[in-house]
């Protein structure tokens, strides 16, 4: 097959949905199938960035028609709103017309209730203009986008059905598929030592300092823990901004016990993680939350609200603890349990370890060639 990806942002590989992009195109080259990826990247440089998440349709509409002819294209694999012109000018009785499949990396739907139910009890606000554009123009292109696709993609089983009852989507050709992990994530030799009280303990929260992945809630939490326990260390990791962003959050007194990585190499993070315990994984919204698997291989145990993404993949009390989102107080419970029962932290360390192992990205790959080509030939059912 010759498949065509795409993604709106810069195709950056230690990023999330770009990332997952550019293990789905390698993938696809090891399976002998012909991949390339249209991104940020390929829109002229003289186009300003934040113009070209708004323009991205258009130039990858134009893009498809000048080459889909030239380069026998069999697959347009686009993310969520990235074909919405696209689908509006395609004939679709044509025999050779390429299949279009629209894959949710999180779906902004249910991102934008989260944001509104944040806005109402005061913890966001939402910009003037954000009505217009990403709560309002947008969600009317990701809504096309799925509607007029021959397949479609979702990370969790509440993005999908939402989609299904609200999008109008078409069941029949909609699953949901998990990403997965790099060869490189897979089978660590991980030692996982039990923690004697004592011990230092260390949490981790990976990913942008930004509110939907409730960096509220982190600090409401962890200002208390981090001074009731002074062997507890916090750290934050790929936040995007600087030390300075993150500490002005929590007291001077805790400052010393927190440390600030703003950004790093997607193949670093298994020694980002050596020796840290706790994956602290607070957010209000999220498809898949890629990170949590990353952490689980590497030997931490989950701290993860009930949200859509971390629901497909986790089981409470068995590889991890789940709260309930926006709950600051649930996350020091759960703390203080862990902290006093060192044991059962470690069993849920373990079995995060073996949980990860089941999520392949060279399985993946070959689980969504097979939709492809079911969708192809019309055969699911």
């Known amino acids: 097959m010759n498949i065509l990806l795409s993604i709106h942002h810069n195709l950056n590989k230690n990023e999330g949905a770009p990332g997952v992009t550019y293990q789905l195109y390698q993938e696809y080259e090891k399976l002998g199938h012909h991949a390339s990826i249209y991104s940020f990247d390929s829109i002229p440089s003289y186009v300003p960035n934040k113009l070209k998440s708004f323009l991205f349709p258009l130039f990858f509409f134009l893009y498809v028609k000048i ?29 050779s017309e390429t299949l ?17 139910d944040q806005q109402h009890i005061g913890n966001v606000k939402l910009s003037w203009k954000y ?68 011990d230092k303990v260390h949490i981790v929260q990976i990913g942008s300092y930004i509110s939907r992945k409730g960096i509220f809630y982190t600090a409401k939490a962890m200002n208390s823990i981090l001074k009731k326990y002074p062997n507890v260390e916090l750290s934050f990791i790929g936040t995007g901004c600087m030390a300075e962003k993150v500490l002005e959050d929590y007291d001077p007194a805790v400052h010393n016990q927190i440390q600030v990585i703003s950004k790093y190499e997607h193949q670093e993070l298994p020694i980002l993680l050596q020796g840290k315990h706790i994956l602290l994984f607070p957010s209000l919204a999220e498809g898949f939350g890629l990170v949590l698997i990353e952490a689980m291989a590497c030997g931490l145990a989950p701290l993860a609200t009930a949200t859509q993404g971390p629901l497909m993949i986790l089981k409470d009390g068995y590889d991890s603890k789940i709260i309930p989102p926006a709950d600051y107080e649930s996350i020091e419970n759960v703390l203080n349990y862990l902290f006093s029962n060192t044991n059962m932290l470690d069993q849920l360390r373990h079995n995060a370890y073996e949980t990860a192992q089941q999520y392949k990205w060279s399985e993946i790959a070959k689980d969504t060639i097979h939709f492809y080509e079911k969708i192809s030939k019309k055969e699911i059912g």
Do not use: M
């Open 100 to 116: 279009l499949i629209s894959r949710s990396h999180g779906l902004e739907h249910t991102v934008h209730d989260s944001l509104l």
């Open 131 to 198: 009505p217009i554009y990403h709560g309002g123009i947008r969600l009317w292109e990701v809504a096309t986008s799925f509607r007029k696709a021959d397949g479609c993609l979702f990370l969790n089983d509440y993005d999908l059905i939402y989609s299904i009852e609200k999008l109008k989507i078409n069941r029949q050709y909609s699953r949901t598929i998990s990403n997965g992990l790099p060869d490189y994530f897979i089978d660590l030799p991980v030692n996982i030592l039990s923690i004697e009280k004592k």
């Open 67 to 95: 080459n889909a002819r030239k380069q026998n294209i069999d697959v347009i694999d686009a993310s969520s709103g990235d074909a919405w012109i696209l689908s509006l000018f395609r004939n679709r009785k044509k025999k």
